[in-house]
């Protein structure tokens, strides 16, 4: 005891423990938690000394107060709010390899009413040493208080503790002059988060976003119609005309979207222990007649995830740079997106079917401002019903759905979201009857398991279309959203796909970035796997484009992945891009085919690069500024109606449409009128009945 009173009496010793821990803990997680790309020794030697400025001028603060006690109360929560900030990145990373900005802490509790255990899953039993300090220094103050010792120490002289604050900022300024040395322009650069982390820490980066989110807003408040017209110049530019041997060949066909939730390209025609995966999806993938399949099509998705893949799907427009577009804006924000369109120039009504509840990514409030008419939510279907992860499982989703799918109005343009294909891939013993992978990664392990019960989910859904006559006149949107596997698991895949775990890179991680596309059309003849490279910004244009509707007056970054016109150039949320030659990740080019690093200069392709990069950056800074300006208020196109979201009510849609139905009469087109208002329910078949 004696020995920990002298100890408290010298504040320069607290400082320097409470320092080196949090120091310590912080390079942990660089190197355990993150992956930040770090190479060389310079970049090594500024990782090592970016978190000494700011966490020194935040632990700094107790020097200036007289009394020990309230002094450690200071430090304590200085300690306490730095390990927050460490932390939250920590997990928010595990889960979507990217760090945690200011619009996604001001949009969390849009999403974490959905969430459902999946932050303890994400936790690993290192993360005890982030938190030992914060405990150890907590007990010892309540000890000092509750016991009442007293300690006399001798207060630190303010000039002492202004140089402490002095010498960090000075600190700091010799980190970022390095910095900018060894990359230029780096305070640009905020479209790449673990640059400003690498460089500068967690704590500037989170500041340099916060001033960044403040600037957005006040730029939003300020916007005026004249400027809109540097993304029309875009847009228009950007056009591609559809093939005229497939423009309209669904036409007036029901539109039903099938978003994969996590599904990636490589689970398609994948086997484990001799067993198909999705032997369904692999079924509609190789039919060379019927659909249009595309194998070099990927993700991009940013922070927003799901949300980001809706609203590139709706609307052919980023996502946001940071946050989710959905969350942040999509309550505000003027949308030119597929229901309204779909409803306005063809006559189709709109639903979506989720098995989670309305407000998960502000779903409840964006869906009226892309004009869909019917959101049935959790709150439509049975109590009853097996939940696990986050919502009820694709089969009870998909088989209740169809109470209130035979009631739309036809043609319907109807998306369902499934859920059961999600981190941390929760399963069990009576609903998951596929092996696991032995990769001893729980979540890679799992992964196939809730995909293949995603894939007899399917199966069963389509069993009753057909019976019910809802599959001959419809075409099938099928694509996964996102990645399942993250970056930091992927290496654990790499033995399953005939890879080296240890060679694996960038480029890898850049490979596993496909997710399946198809569009499945009964009757069709003219299908096959397409090879052409695309992504999600691309999926608006190619869809309105076979079911007859030309998108050329219409503000879309995507262009027709069937047009002779469409451009190859895939760009990432990060600024990143892939193309049939050229991958560039993180300033290194790749051969896409071998992964072959390229001297891009010495191969005589730098202006090439160069030009495609600027390209992309103009691409995704002129979606934001759409987005974050909300720039659409000031453009309607021909014909198009500005969407009032007052017009939509998400409570009892049955009742209202039923209402329809009457109203309409012999008029009505819904699968109920046509059945003689007779129900489809006893058309859909159990576990034991599916076709084979």
């Known amino acids: 005891m004696n020995r920990i009173k002298q100890g408290l009496k010298n504040r320069w010793n607290i400082l320097l423990i409470a320092g080196i821990y949090f120091w310590a803990k912080t390079i942990l997680a660089y190197y355990i938690d993150f992956s930040l790309g770090v190479e060389g020794w310079i970049q090594t030697a500024i990782l090592w000394i970016n978190?000494?400025?700011?966490?020194?001028?935040?632990?700094?603060?107790?020097?200036?107060?007289?009394?020990l006690k309230p002094a450690l109360i200071v430090l304590w929560l200085a300690d306490l709010l730095n390990t927050l900030v460490l932390y939250i990145n920590i997990i928010?990373?595990?889960?979507?390899?990217?760090f945690v900005t200011i619009k996604s802490i001001l949009g969390f509790s849009k999403v974490s009413e959905g969430i459902s255990g999946s932050s303890l899953a994400l936790m690993r039993i290192h993360d005890i040493f982030y938190w030992l300090d914060i405990f150890l220094l907590l007990a010892g103050i309540i000890y000092l208080f509750v016991k009442k010792v007293d300690i006399t120490s001798k207060p630190v002289k303010k000039t002492a503790a202004v140089a402490v604050s002095i010498f960090s900022v000075l600190f700091f300024t010799v980190n970022l002059s390095v910095s900018e040395a060894n990359r230029p322009q780096l305070l640009q650069r905020t479209f790449d988060r673990n640059y400003l982390v690498k460089y500068l820490g967690l704590d500037t980066f989170t500041a340099v976003d916060g001033f960044n989110t403040a600037k957005a807003n006040e730029v939003r408040a300020n916007?005026?119609?004249?400027?809109?017209?540097?993304?029309?110049?875009y847009t228009k530019s950007h056009y591609a005309a559809p093939d005229e041997s497939k423009f309209g060949i669904a036409k007036n066909r029901n539109i039903i979207v099938l978003h994969l939730e996590s599904f990636q390209q490589f689970l398609i025609n994948m086997k484990v222990d001799g067993?198909?995966?999705?032997?369904?999806?692999?079924?509609?993938?190789?039919?060379?007649?019927?659909?249009l399949s595309f194998d070099n099509f990927f993700n991009q998705v940013g922070q927003g995830k799901t949300s980001d893949a809706?609203?590139?799907?709706?609307?052919?427009?980023?996502?946001?740079?940071?946050?989710?577009?959905?969350?942040?804006?999509?309550?505000?924000?003027?949308?030119?997106?597929?229901?309204?369109?779909?409803?306005?120039?063809?006559?189709?009504?709109?639903?979506?079917?989720?098995?989670?509840?309305?407000?998960?990514?502000?779903?409840?409030?964006?869906?009226k401002n892309l004009g869909y008419q019917n959101f049935f939510d959790k709150s439509y279907f049975s109590s009853d019903d097996e939940t696990l992860g986050y919502g009820i499982l694709d089969k009870d989703l998909l088989r209740e759905s169809v109470s209130h799918l035979e009631h739309l109005q036809q043609p319907f343009y109807t998306k369902f979201l499934t859920v059961t294909n999600h981190t941390p891939y929760l399963t069990d013993n009576s609903n998951f009857d596929f092996p696991s992978l032995n990769t001893g990664d729980e979540v890679v392990d799992n992964y196939v398991r809730t995909a293949h019960y995603l894939d007899q989910s399917l199966e069963q859904f389509f069993t009753y279309l057909k019976a019910s006559g809802i599959y001959q006149k419809s075409?099938?949107?099928?694509?996964?959203?996102?990645?399942?596997?993250?970056?930091?698991?992927?290496?654990?895949?790499?033995e399953t796909l005939g890879k080296d775990k240890a060679s694996w890179d960038s480029y890898d991680n850049a490979m596993l970035q496909r997710v399946p596309l198809m569009f499945h059309i009964p009757g069709y003849t003219g299908g096959g796997v397409q090879h052409q490279y695309g992504g999600e910004i691309d999926v608006l244009p190619t869809l309105l484009h076979l079911v007859g509707v030309d998108t050329k007056n219409y503000v879309q970054f995507g262009s027709d992945l069937l047009s002779e016109n469409h451009d190859q150039v895939v760009a990432f949320r990060n600024g990143d891009f892939v193309t049939p030659q050229y991958t560039e990740l993180g300033g290194k080019t790749y051969d896409t085919n071998t992964g072959e690093l390229i001297d891009s200069q010495a191969a005589g392709i730098e202006t090439e690069i160069q030009n495609e990069q600027q390209n992309v950056k103009k691409e995704l800074e002129l979606s934001d500024k759409l987005n974050e300006e909300n720039l659409l208020r000031f453009y309607t196109p021909e014909g198009f109606t500005a969407v009032d979201p007052k017009s939509y009510n998400y409570k009892n849609l049955d009742q209202q449409n039923e209402d329809k139905e009457k109203q309409l009469g012999a008029k009505s087109t819904s699968i109920f009128s046509e059945n003689n208002d007779q129900t489809t329910i006893n058309l859909y078949p159990t576990d034991n009945s599916t076709e084979e």
Do not use: C
């Open 51 to 67: 978190p000494i400025a700011t966490m020194l001028l935040l632990f700094s603060s107790f020097l200036y107060i007289k009394k």
């Open 310 to 367: 809706e609203n590139m799907l709706e609307t052919s427009t980023y996502g946001l740079p940071q946050g989710s577009l959905f969350t942040q804006l999509g309550s505000d924000n003027t949308f030119q997106a597929a229901p309204a369109i779909l409803n306005q120039t063809e006559g189709y009504s709109s639903a979506v079917f989720h098995g989670n509840v309305g407000s998960f990514w502000n779903r409840e409030d964006v869906y």
């Open 92 to 98: 928010y990373y595990r889960e979507f390899t990217d």
């Open 475 to 494: 075409i099938f949107m099928i694509y996964g959203d996102h990645y399942g596997i993250s970056d930091t698991n992927n290496p654990d895949l790499a």
């Open 275 to 291: 067993q198909e995966v999705t032997p369904f999806l692999n079924s509609l993938y190789n039919d060379d007649q019927q659909t």
């Open 223 to 233: 916007a005026s119609s004249g400027d809109i017209n540097d993304v029309l110049n």
